[in-house]
């Protein structure tokens, strides 16, 4: 149980295009998902927090206009990088988290995204 | 959210017990311990979670001390699949963010 997975799992784009990250949970609901953005040798850096039905909340420093984020079911979030730079190369990883007590989250296997 | 420390790299013999120390001295009431993994190129995994008690699954176990300020991450029988970089995250249960740290670099050796 509680399997997230994303889709697609490497992406290369050229720089201005838009590029669609997907995020699903595949045998528990969640209505709070999670981006996060990793580059190489350094940890995970949450983006920000999706709530189902709602409007993201971001984390400080993190662009909402470029990094946008939809949660229009309760298995589904998305990520859209808008605009896309060679400084967005990034490792895009999200999450979905445990409706349980302890609240865990349960993380996607991630997105490679190359943009020349 | 509480910060917490951890060593930036540790080895373990395969076969051996792996304990990964873990300080969180200022976590408050409502914070629970979180621990996860990281293999290279992958996902974050999920290893244990707990608030004030011991917990075991069949991956692991977690030791809390009573004043909470510290755990302890144990694998019982490392194998070389352990390695990996370990992360101790304190979050709270209301929000549910977790801020990653820089973890610790397991490896396991034959």
């Known amino acids: 149980g509680a399997v997230v997975s994303q889709h697609p799992s490497w992406v290369i784009c050229k720089s201005g295009t838009s590029v669609k990250i997907e995020c699903r949970s595949l045998d528990f609901q969640a209505t709070t998902m999670f981006w996060y953005r990793q580059f190489p040798k350094q940890s995970l850096m949450l983006m920000a927090t999706s709530n189902e039905g709602s409007k993201a909340t971001y984390e400080q420093g993190v662009e909402k206009d470029k990094f946008l984020i939809n949660h229009a079911s309760l298995t589904l979030s998305t990520l859209t990088v808008t605009s896309a730079h060679p400084e967005d190369s990034s490792f895009y990883i999200c999450s979905a988290k445990s409706e349980g007590g302890g609240n865990e989250q349960y993380f996607g296997p991630g997105t490679r995204l190359t943009v020349t | 959210d509480a910060k917490t420390t951890q060593p930036p790299s540790m080895d373990c013999a395969e076969g051996r017990a792996a304990n990964l120390p873990c300080n969180h001295s200022t976590i408050s009431g409502n914070e629970y311990v979180y621990w996860y993994r990281q293999i290279h190129s992958q996902g974050p995994q999920y290893i244990i979670h707990?608030?004030?008690n011991n917990e075991t699954n069949e991956m692991a176990s977690l030791i809390i001390t009573e004043d909470r300020k510290s755990s302890t991450l144990i694998l019982p029988h490392a194998t070389l699949r352990d390695t990996a970089v370990y992360y101790c995250i304190v979050g709270s249960s209301n929000t549910g963010k977790l801020i990653f740290g820089q973890g610790t670099t397991l490896q396991v050796k034959p």
């Open positions: 707990g608030l004030k």
